[in-house]
């Protein structure tokens, strides 16, 4: 038997935007608290993305942990982690392309 | 005591899209027979709005009834009784002036 390590991804999995229909994202996106979470993650250049420690949100951290699996579970963030923080971007040019702008416009309403 | 007749009102009070928070109207589209319905009576022009009875959905009426009901208190639809026929419209350029871009990419996204 061989026993192969396990290595904890960088990049966690995500799903295939083909697969998420419309009305998924239009639910994560459907909360105070999860429009609040993308619009500071949107506010970050793709280049310097938000760790989860720097969001500034009004709830527990549980509660933010629990709005962040449903917008990365609808294809509207991408999590990777460095060391010991992870960070949180926008999966906007992907977004774009598939539900042309639902999330530009959303953000620019929720700012 | 003067007894006054209660006449029906043509127009069914409807929400100020001022006192309509974001996250409300994207709960409101986030459901498939919502975005059916938005995209069907979208797809009419407002001088010839879409009546309830000609709908093609694939639920019930009173499932779709509810379903109506949601969008009109979501400040998306207006819904308008001519005679015994109730005719539904999109508030299309209120909710372009209060979310600007938001109607029109999900109707895009859902043709």
Same mark, same amino acid.
């Given at each position: ?7 904890? &991804?960088?990049?966690? &999995? #995500? &799903?295939? $935007? ?5 009305? @998924?994202? $239009? #639910?994560? $996106?459907?909360? *105070? ?11 970050? *250049?793709?280049?310097? *993305?938000?760790?989860? !420690? #720097? +969001?500034?949100?009004?709830? =527990?951290?549980?509660?933010? =942990?629990?709005?962040?699996? %449903? +917008?990365? #579970?609808? !294809? %509207?963030?991408?999590? /990777? ?6 960070? %949180?971007? $926008?999966? /906007?040019? @992907? +977004?774009? /392309?598939?539900? *042309? !702008? ?5 953000? /620019?309403?929720?700012?």
């Amino acid at each position: 038997m061989v026993t192969v390590a396990q290595t904890k &991804p960088a990049h966690k &999995p #995500q &799903p295939d $935007l083909d697969d998420v229909a419309l009305a @998924e994202v $239009l #639910q994560a $996106l459907a909360d *105070p608290v999860r429009l609040e979470i993308v619009r500071q993650v949107g506010a970050c *250049p793709d280049s310097d *993305p938000l760790s989860c !420690g #720097q +969001l500034e949100l009004s709830v =527990s951290k549980s509660t933010g =942990s629990h709005h962040l699996k %449903i +917008l990365h #579970q609808a !294809g %509207i963030t991408s999590e /990777r982690e460095r060391g010991t923080r992870k960070f %949180i971007s $926008l999966r /906007r040019a @992907e +977004l774009e /392309r598939r539900f *042309p !702008g639902v999330l530009d416009s959303v953000l /620019r309403s929720a700012a």
